[in-house]
Nanobody
Framework: QVQVVESGGGLVQPGGSLRLSCAAS??????????MGWYRQAPGKQREMVAT???????NYADSVKGRFTISRDNAKNTVYLQMNSLEPEDTAVYYC?????????WGQGTQVTVSS
C-alpha cells in the first residue's frame, strides 16, 4: 500500500507560476526505484498525462506543457514536484500524482489548479 499526497494548488493569474508537491510513502516503499507521474483532469475531460519522471531521472511531457512545466524529484524527501510556469487558463484542472507499484496504481486526492484573471 502506498500513500500519495499532493499539495500546492491554488488560484493564479494567467502567466503566473505554481509549484505542486507530491509526497509518497508506504511500508517497504522505496521511492527512488519507482517512476512518478503528474496527471490532470479538467471538467468534462478525461484524465491526461502531464509529466513523468523515471527512477533514473528521465522525463517526459505532454506537448501542451513542454517548455512551461518541469518535473523533478527529491529521493531523499520521497517527493516529486511539478513547477508550472507561464500558466494558461487551459491548465485549469485537478492535478493528480501517480505511482505504480507491483502493477497497482496509486493516486492522491488531487489538488485544484485554477488559472483565471
Amino acid at each position: 500500500q502506498v500513500q500519495v499526497v499532493e499539495s500546492g494548488g491554488g488560484l493564479v493569474q494567467p502567466g503566473g507560476s505554481l509549484r505542486l508537491s507530491c509526497a509518497a510513502s508506504g511500508r517497504s516503499f522505496i521511492f527512488s526505484i519507482y517512476p512518478m507521474g503528474w496527471y490532470r483532469q479538467a471538467p468534462g475531460k478525461q484524465r491526461e498525462m502531464v509529466a513523468t519522471s523515471s527512477s533514473g531521472g528521465s522525463t517526459n511531457y505532454a506537448d501542451s506543457v513542454k517548455g512551461r512545466f518541469t518535473i523533478s524529484r527529491d529521493n531523499a524527501k520521497n517527493t516529486v514536484y511539478l513547477q508550472m510556469n507561464s500558466l494558461e487558463p487551459e491548465d485549469t484542472a485537478v492535478y493528480y500524482c501517480n505511482v505504480v507499484q507491483y502493477g497497482d496504481d496509486y493516486w492522491g486526492q488531487g489538488t485544484q489548479v485554477t488559472v483565471s484573471s
